[in-house]
C-alpha cells in the first residue's frame, strides 16, 4: 500500500512539473508576444527618411533593407520568402487555409496580372529597394487598386496606392481640382513607402502595418491591447472583419503571385496557367495591318518599358502587344528587337538617349521625383481593359 501511495505521489510531482513547465513557456511566449521591437538605429533613419521626404542615403539602404524584413517574422519561418523552397515550409500554417480560398476565386486574374502588371512591378520594386523595404509590400497596390490609377473608393480614397486627399498631402502629393498626384505610379509610390515606413516604426511588423493601412493605426493598438498581443494570429478577431481580410488577401495574393512561381520571381514560366515557358517563343500579338506598318529597331541597355511608353505617349498595353515580355527580356539579356507603330519608331529614335539616361537613373534610384506639371501617369487599367475590348 505504502509503495502504491509512493508511486502516486512520485507521478503527482511529475505531472506538477510538466504543468510549471508549460505555464513558464506559455508566460515566455506572452512576455515575447507582447513586447516592443526597439531598434534606435531603425527609427532614427526613418525619421531621417520622413524628415527629408527623400530615400535614405545609399549606403544606409542595405542595412535598413536587412532590418525591415524582420517585420515579416510572423508570416515566414526565415523573415521573408525564399523562392527557390517550397512556400508550405515557408508559410506561417495559419494562413494556408485562406490561402486555399482566395486562389479558388482570384487565381485567374491574378496570373493575368503577372503578365501585364510586371511593367508596373518593375517600377514599385524600384522605388521600394531605394528605402530599404521589403519587395513583398508591392502586392499591398494590387489588393488595393488592381494596379489602376483610375481607381477611387467609394470613400474618396484615390490611385493604385489608395491614399484619402488628406494623407496624400501630408505625405508630399498634390491633390487638388487641377491635378491629383494620387494617379501618378511614381509620385505614389514614393509617399506609399514613406507611408508605410511610418506605420512600420508604429507596429515593427509588416502585417500589423497592412492591417493599419486599410482601417487606420487606432484600430490596431485597439486590438492589441484587447487581446493583449502583437502577433496577427492571435489579435486578428480583435480587427475589424475588412481589416483582418484586407492582411489575409495580401498574403494570398502574395502566395498565387510568387509560390505558384509567377513571373515576378522566375523566368522559368509553368505553361499550366496559359503562359509560355520559352520567352523566346512570345509573338508580338498585332493584326497583319499593323506588323505592315510597324518599324523594328535593335536595341541594347537599361530601358524600361513605362520609361519609353511614357517618352511616347503610348498605352503600356498597347506596347506590349508590340513588344511581349520586353522588360524580362531586357534583364536577361541586355538586347531587344523592339517594335513599334512606324510614327511612335520616329520619335523613340528622336529621343533614345533622352530615353535611355531617364530609364538608368530610375533603375540607379537617382531619378528626381518630377515636377508637378510634368506628370509621371500611366493608363489605367479600366482603360487598358477598354482597348483590349
Known sequence: MKKLLFI?????????????????????????????INEPAEDSIIAEVLKTKAPPQKEKVQYFSQVTRYGFKNLFAQYNYNPSLPYSSQVNPNA???????????????VKMKGWGQPYFNLIDNILSQYGLPRELKYLAVIESNLSSGATSWKGAGGPWQFM?????????????FLDERRDYYKSTHAAARYLLTLYSQMHDWLLVIAAYNGGPGRVYDAI???GSRNFWS??????????NHVKKFIATHYIMEGS????TTPNLGGGNGISADPYAKKPNLTEEELAIAATQSISGKYNSLVITKNL???????????????NMMAMNGNYDLRLPADKMQLFLANKYVILNECVQ?????????????????????????KRS
Not at 507521478?11 to 515566455?28: D, I, M, R, T, V
Open 362 to 386: 530610375l533603375l540607379l534610384g537617382d531619378n528626381p521625383v518630377p515636377p508637378s506639371n510634368q506628370a509621371t501617369t500611366y493608363p489605367s487599367q479600366k482603360k487598358a481593359k477598354k
Open 165 to 177: 486627399p488628406y494623407t496624400a498631402r501630408d505625405y508630399g502629393l498634390v491633390v487638388n481640382n
Open 8 to 36: 502516486i505521489y512520485i507521478q503527482f510531482l511529475l505531472l506538477s512539473a510538466k504543468a510549471g513547465s508549460n505555464n513558464n513557456l506559455l508566460l515566455q511566449q506572452k512576455v515575447a508576444d507582447t513586447t516592443i
Open 313 to 327: 505617349s503610348m498605352d503600356i498595353v498597347q506596347f506590349n502587344r508590340y513588344n511581349p515580355d520586353f522588360d
Open 261 to 264: 512561381g509567377g513571373i515576378t
Open 235 to 244: 489579435l486578428q478577431y480583435y480587427l475589424p472583419t475588412e481589416s483582418r
Open 225 to 227: 491591447k484587447k487581446s
Open 96 to 110: 494556408e487555409g485562406y490561402m486555399q480560398d482566395y486562389l479558388k476565386l482570384h487565381s485567374d486574374n491574378l
